[in-house]
């Protein structure tokens, strides 16, 4: 009998690349429709891929925490607005692996140090 394998744990396997979460991230940012669990779902793929809950700092684990938290609440949808902003200014997000930044680095640093998101 043949052996299934399942989708998510392909996907988890192919999200350790940082190249691969990258598009990930920058695919569901560009969706025109949507979805309000989607792109947390997302967030926690490449967290989990990426397995760097173990490695982050209290401040790191508060920040996804509270990442999640945000998330969970609004869907997103000032994330989305914003990027809405940005195409009606004729700009775009781009999420790119850090140049000089080992890939084994916490991947959630306070926001004046984020270097992966580049506008």
Request: glycine content about 4%; hydrophobic content about 35%.
């Amino acid at each position: 009998m043949p052996k299934t394998h399942s989708y998510h744990d392909y996907l988890i396997k192919s999200l350790q690349q940082i190249e691969e979460a990258a598009a990930y991230i920058q695919a569901i940012l560009e969706e025109k429709e949507t979805e309000s669990e989607l792109l947390l779902t997302v967030l926690k793929d490449v967290v989990k891929a990426q397995n760097k809950i173990s490695i982050m700092t209290e401040d790191e684990q508060h920040n996804w925490e509270k990442l999640q938290e945000l998330l969970k609440a609004s869907g997103g949808e000032e994330i989305y607005r914003f990027i809405g902003l940005l195409k009606t200014l004729g700009l775009k997000t781009d999420i790119a692996v850090s140049e000089g930044k080992n890939p084994d680095t916490s991947i959630l640093e306070s926001s004046s140090r984020v270097e992966s998101c580049k506008f």
